[in-house]
Structures are given as C-alpha cells and as structure tokens.
C-alpha cells in the first residue's frame, strides 16, 4: 500500500500567431489549420512549406562516400557469379534493408544469401562466428545492412579469412572506419544532402548507383523502403518522406506476397505500417528467428507467404504476453522495494526475464512512472538490458558515465543497452542516480507535445481532410495532436468485449460529442461525469456507405483549472522527503500540512470518493484548503503511519478507506514529521 506511481503528463501546447497564420496560408494557397500546424512544426515560410509539402527528388546516389567503390565490387562479385552473403539485423530496419539487396541480387541473377544474427546469442551487428560461419560456406563478398559502420575487427577478420566487405549502415561511424568500402551518410567526408537515411533507404540509394535509374528502383522496392523507415522511426522529412509517400502506394497494390498477407483490407498507412505490420516482423527477432521475416518478405507465392504470415501473428501475440509478464514482474520488484520507485531513474532487474522485451518493458515503465527507466534481465552471471529516457535527460552520457561498471553498452540520448555483471547492478544504480542528482537537480517531466488548439465546431470529416497533405505521418512529423479546452464530461461508458476501453460523453461549445479513450477501463478513468476537462486528440475520418464522420482519439485528458507543472513539482519534492534527500524550507513547508489540513484531507476523503478518485480531482477540491499535491500525499502517509487509513495511489488514481481504530491516535507524534525536520535542518546546515 501506499504511493506506487504519479504521472501527471504536462502538455506542452503550442501558441499559434493568427496574423501570420493566415499570411502564410494566403501565399501557400493553403486552408489556415494547416498553415497553422506547418508553422508550429518550424515550415514558417512559403519556401520551407512547399519544401516539406512536396519534398521534389533524391539527390544522386554517387554524393554518398564510397558509393562507387561499392558499386564497382558488387558489379564485379554479380558477374563472376561469386558467393555473396547479405548480412542484416533482427529490426524492422535491417530485416526490410536484407530483403531488399537480396530480392535485387536474386533478380540479377547473383549467388547469393543472407545472415541474420540471433538477438538472444549473438546480439546486434557483425560478430566473430557468423563470420566464420560465412567462410565455411565459401563467402567471397559481405555486404551488411544497418551496420557494419563500427565492426573494424570484424571486418579486418574476415579479410584474413579471403572476404571482402562492403559496408552500408546509417549508425554513427566510430573515430576510425573500417578497411572496407564504407557507405553512410553520417561519414564526415560525406557529400550526400540527405543524412537521415534508415539502412533500407541506404540500400535504396545502392540500387538506384547500381542500376542508374532512381524512378525504377523506387517503383519496385519503395514498398520494402518505406517500411524500414518506418519501421526504424527516422524522421519522415526530405527523402524519406519521398520514399514513404511513394512505397505506400506501392504497398496498397498488394503486389508483394508476404507484405500483402501481414495487411488487412484497410488502407495502407504509415501508421498501419507502425502498430499492425512492423511490430509482427519485429516479433521474429525478439521471439524467435528474425530470418523468417526476411523469407516472408521475399515470397512469391502468396500460399507460403500466407501460412508463414500467420506463424508470424501468433508470434507476435506471444510476444504482447510475454511482454506483460515481465512488465508486471518489473512492477513486483518496485512493490517489493518501495524505496526504488522514488529514484530519479528506475533501474530494475530481474532473473530469466526475455531479453527480447526488456526494452519495450523499459518504455512502458518510462511511460507510467514519467521517469527514465532501464530494465535488466539477470543470469549465469550476467545482466544485460535496455533503458529508455524521457526528453531532457540524456540515456547514453548517463550510462556512459557508469562504463568502468560495464563490459558493453552503447545507444542515443533517448536509450541504451547495456551489459554488466550481475553484482554491480546495486552499485550501477546507486551511481547511476548519483549522476543524475548532479546534472539534473529537477529531473525533466515527461512531456507531451500538442500542435495547437481545436474548436469543437471544427470536429468534422472536412477538418481531416485538411491534414492530409502532411501524411505520411511518423517520427519528425506526427499525427497532429490537438487540445479541445473546458470540455464537460457527460458520462463514461465501457467499450470492447472486457470493457477495457472508454467511450466518452462530451459537450461544449454548444455541441455534444462522443470520443475514445483505449487502453482505460471506466473504473481507472480519473474523472467522473460533470468534470470539466482538457482533452488531447487525434482525428481520422471514418468513411461509411451513407457517407463519413470524424473519429476523436483521445490521447490525454487533464482537469481544467488544475495547474499541472506545479503539482509535479510538489511530487519531486515528496520524492526527495521519501528518498531522505536534505529539503531547503520552502520545500519542507510544500510538504507539512497543519493539523486542521491533515484533518481536513481525513474529513472529506469518505465524503468525496467511491472505490477509486482520480488524483487531480481530489487536488483541485483541497486546493481551497492551501492543500497541494507533495502536502496530500505526505498527510495521507502520516494517516497510514498512525494506522487511521490505507491507501493505494497508482498513476492518477486513488484507493483508501479508513481504518477501525479504538482511542485517540496523535498525529504529531508521527515520526515523519521529525524526519522531515531532520532532513530540513541538514539542508540549512550544509547552506551555511
């Protein structure tokens, strides 16, 4: 019992200038709300607008280093009918990118195979024994897929072993490249205009070099390019949104077997590609071996492709369970260790747990607890893991400044993986927060971004239609998010066969609708009819026999009136009383209720609430007594202390009920209030 989890999603919303709105959508030629959402995403100008909107061509192939030395080789290793093995990765990414080069050198008539490493035993990029293994089988060219760029060693081996290699990747090139042809943008010596490539789109780019006509290549593989980008969360701008918006067109001709049969009839979208396609593919290396997607993806008989889509599915589907075993055993060990939920970054470790899922365990932990997490899974002496961060703290320095705990890890600002022994996760995560207490004294928020405002009168299939020129949407340019303000709750009701979803009753503005909330069941759902709230939202339009309407996704619901960014603060504050940090006076007095405030949030906690009350609400009603967020929570731990009530608070929600007591129980002999002075008096100690 107690505080398990608060998350309060701040939002940030932003401000859109009327007058130059409508001056750009004037010289755009444009309707104003897409004016408005190029202006919030950095499009401000005709120029930068008509840029993004119609992105023209891709640049020539030949800009990118090494381009011709690669082409060259491959030209020569397909005309003298030498082995050549395409070496991929288990991802989205690397998958779509081996298909794609082993498609096309099928279709040239080349001897050739490919190698997808197995996540669980050889882990990500080129290693010593799939090296030998390519040997024995009388390899002559290696050709890697998003990787490679930092496999110097590797690469110097299977040299001395009678291989060459010809490397394409998109990672970040260590100091020194390897002894091989190297094709990646990020190169500094790199010419190419475009830097944001997935390795299937630098795959791409080797086709169009290798066949001198860029318009034919991306007609014939642009579905297989599309869904790497997508898959691998680059930014939709420049050439990756030219090769997304034509793959898609290519996908929705059904012409590709095994693509055809992981789709449904509906059509094809970059966000379909996102939560219905590419988890599937990604499945099979999470779960199992990642080479059966590269086969699927290269069927051609639409009967094999079928069977093989459907063992993919029910992968995929054991992978969401095991997914929520090991996130509900990852919450187990916070319950066991109460005093590990407070840490500014959570690190949690557990025995056999399936290294496949630690990192998505990682996200959705970020995501309840709005802290950065990292997810370890222990055995035979080691921990290996992935975190997730949120925007503000950077995962890889931190991580970074842990390496002589480490023997292997790597990542970006926003995640890493990570390799330890297992008698160091203890010490990993006491330096870990040690690291943050230092560069983030307030740990960052996690933070939703929201495009702008939206009238309820603008909730119709033709404001949909406006947003289509921004498809397709993905990483760097997302499904616009909108914010509808002061929106009265009319009524909650259930959805799906177990009711694990919301339908929500709204009016305002004069205008009464009804929108969905996934993922919430009416009994978590924080807010109870006659709440007046703001909603964040998606709309899609929904096209029917008798015509079409719009489809309101919720994304976030926040009370009106209740001051978000301050009730963070005062639980950071709480944190620091619960992790026994020094607290300045200002925040001892956040935290200490008077007796009449501890009587008051006694009083009305029975008055006011049924099995559950949502958080915000209960903040908003005891706001009229001074009575904030960190104040709440350290008086309703003082209540359980002296045994007058039980609590559970998880998330936004609140459970408590008062406890049978027999004589008086005085508060003030709490020892809490004693460790809060204690603690406030070392922090006045150490100011002077």
């Given amino acids: 019992m107690g505080v398990e989890a608060v998350n309060l999603k701040l939002w940030d919303l932003s401000e859109v200038d009327k007058a130059q709105t409508v001056a750009l959508a004037r010289e755009c030629g444009i309707p104003p709300l897409l004016a408005a959402l190029l202006r919030v995403r ?3 100008t005709k120029e930068k607008s008509g840029e993004f909107l119609s992105p023209g061509e891709f640049s020539d192939p030949y800009l990118m280093k090494d381009m011709d030395r690669a082409v060259e080789r491959i030209r020569r290793a397909v005309e003298g009918f030498e082995h050549i093995a395409v070496y991929g990765d288990y991802d989205a990414d690397g998958v779509t990118a081996t298909a794609l080069l082993y498609t096309y050198l099928q279709e040239k008539g080349a001897n050739v195979s490919f190698y997808i490493p197995q996540r669980d035993s050889e882990g990500y990029g080129m290693n010593m024994a799939a090296v030998d293994t390519l040997s024995r089988e009388g390899v002559e060219l290696i050709v890697t897929v998003d990787n490679g760029v930092s496999a110097g060693e590797e690469i110097a081996y299977a040299k001395s072993l009678g291989m060459d290699v010809v490397v394409t990747d998109h990672h970040q090139p260590q100091e020194t490249l390897p002894d ?26 080797l086709l169009m070099a290798l066949e001198g006509d860029r318009g034919a290549v991306l007609e014939q593989y642009g579905d297989l390019a599309a869904l790497g980008t997508v898959g691998d969360s680059v930014s939709l701008t420049g050439e990756n949104r030219l090769i997304v918006q034509r793959g898609l067109e290519i996908a929705n001709r059904r012409e590709r077997p095994g693509l055809a049969a992981l789709l449904d009839s509906e059509q094809v979208t970059s966000t379909k590609l996102a939560f219905s396609v590419i988890p599937c593919i990604n499945a099979t290396g999470r779960m199992g071996s990642p080479e059966r997607a590269v086969r699927l993806l290269t069927y051609r008989d639409p009967e094999s492709a079928g069977l093989l889509a459907e063992e993919i599915r029910e992968e995929n589907q054991n992978r969401k369970s095991v997914e929520a075993e090991v996130i509900r055993a ?15 970054v959570l690190v949690v470790c557990g025995e056999g747990w399936h290294h496949g899922v630690v990192g998505i365990a990682a996200a959705r932990l970020c995501e309840m607890y709005g802290k950065p997490c990292i997810v370890l899974s222990s055995g035979d002496g080691e921990a290996r893991g992935s975190g997730r961060s949120v925007e503000g703290f950077n995962m890889f320095q931190a991580v970074t400044e842990c390496r002589d705990l480490l023997t292997r890890y790597g990542g970006h600002p926003m995640a890493a993986g990570l390799t330890l022994p297992e008698e160091r996760v203890g010490e990993f995560r006491r330096r870990i927060n040690e690291y943050a207490r230092e560069i983030c004294p307030e740990m960052p928020f996690f933070t939703m971004k929201l495009d702008c405002t939206l009238q309820n009168r603008a909730l119709t299939p033709a404001t949909c239609r406006q947003l289509e020129p921004l498809e397709p949407f993905g990483a760097g340019n ?13 009524d909650v009701r259930g959805l799906g066969s177990n009711m694990g979803h919301c339908k929500l009753c709204c009016k305002g503005g004069g205008l009464s609708f009804e929108c969905v909330r996934f993922g919430v069941a009416p009994g978590d759902f924080p807010y109870p009819p006659g709440s007046v709230v703001d909603l964040a939202v998606n709309l899609q339009e929904s096209r029917y026999s008798r015509g079409s309407g719009v489809e309101i996704l919720v994304r976030d619901v926040r009370l009106s009136g209740l001051d978000r960014l301050q009730c963070q603060r005062d639980f950071r504050v709480y944190e620091k009383f619960r992790r026994r940090e020094g607290l300045s006076r200002e925040e001892t007095a956040r935290l200490r209720p008077t007796r009449e405030q501890l009587g008051a949030i006694y009083t009305l906690l029975p008055k006011i609430m049924g099995p559950k009350l949502g958080l915000e609400s209960l903040v908003l009603h005891l706001e009229r007594y001074g009575i904030n967020m960190g104040m709440l929570l350290f008086g309703l731990d003082l209540l359980s202390e002296r045994g007058l009530i039980q609590f559970r608070i998880d998330g936004s929600m609140l459970s408590a009920e008062k406890l049978d007591t027999k004589g008086k129980k005085d508060i003030a002999q709490s020892p809490l209030y004693g460790e809060l002075e204690a603690l406030t008096d070392d922090e006045e100690r150490k100011k002077e």
């Fill in 478 to 490: 997302p499904q616009p998010v909108f914010a509808l303000l002061g929106v009265t709750l009319t």
């Fill in 180 to 205: 091989a042809p190297v094709i990646d943008a990020h190169r500094e010596d790199d010419q190419s205009p475009f830097k944001e490539l997935c390795g299937a789109g630098v795959v791409l780019k």
């Fill in 42 to 44: 950095g499009m401000d």
């Fill in 330 to 344: 990852a919450e187990q060990k916070l319950e066991e260790r109460p005093e590990l939920r407070f840490d500014r």
